[in-house]
């Protein structure tokens, strides 16, 4: 009888630990689960690999729409100023700086009279944005950091805009630069 009264209660702290693993294995199993549906595994193959596609023709494109905003330029035929933004945003690193500067940049532009000028702008855009960013990665931290940077940014982006214009169209178009992003990171 000693050993019945002995045995029974070693019994029960073993089906209590069973119990308690068995639990944990079926909540391992449950985030697991969850973490895997969360994350998309159990989609169809097709939906990724549309995606993936997707994705890879944006990339690939040689489209100047996808580098300048495919938009309408903006403005009043009035008075014959547009604005029209340049897209994406410019990003650089600031000079001997492991900071990051990021500027969304519009731009005013007096239209002539059969309002090509902002085709013709986006069609050099690639030179336009290279020379932008020449200038954006020249600039040091104490010089963002000062009061009045952006104004002297601005006409700087405008005399160099310019100039590359003149140089691809023969004219000075851009008369106002103004800044819609203005980020230091």
Known sequence: ???EASGAPKTRPILKIILLVFLALVVQAAVVFGTLFAAGFFDSPADAESAITAMEESENSD?????VDSDEPQGSAEGGRVYFEIKPEL????????????VKVAVMVKENKDTTVVKDIKGHMFAVRSRLLEILA???????SALGFRDSLAAEFKV?????????????HVE???FTEFIVQ
Request: charged fraction near 35%; aromatic fraction near 4%; hydrophobic fraction near 35%.
């Open 1 to 3: 009888m000693s050993d």
């Open 63 to 67: 489209n100047l729409d996808d580098i």
């Open 91 to 102: 990003l650089t690193n600031l000079y001997n700086s492991p900071r990051l500067l990021q």
């Open 138 to 144: 020249q600039k040091r931290e104490d010089e963002v």
């Open 160 to 172: 160099a805009m310019n100039d590359v214009l003149e140089e691809h169209l023969g004219g000075r």
């Open 176 to 178: 106002e630069i103004y």
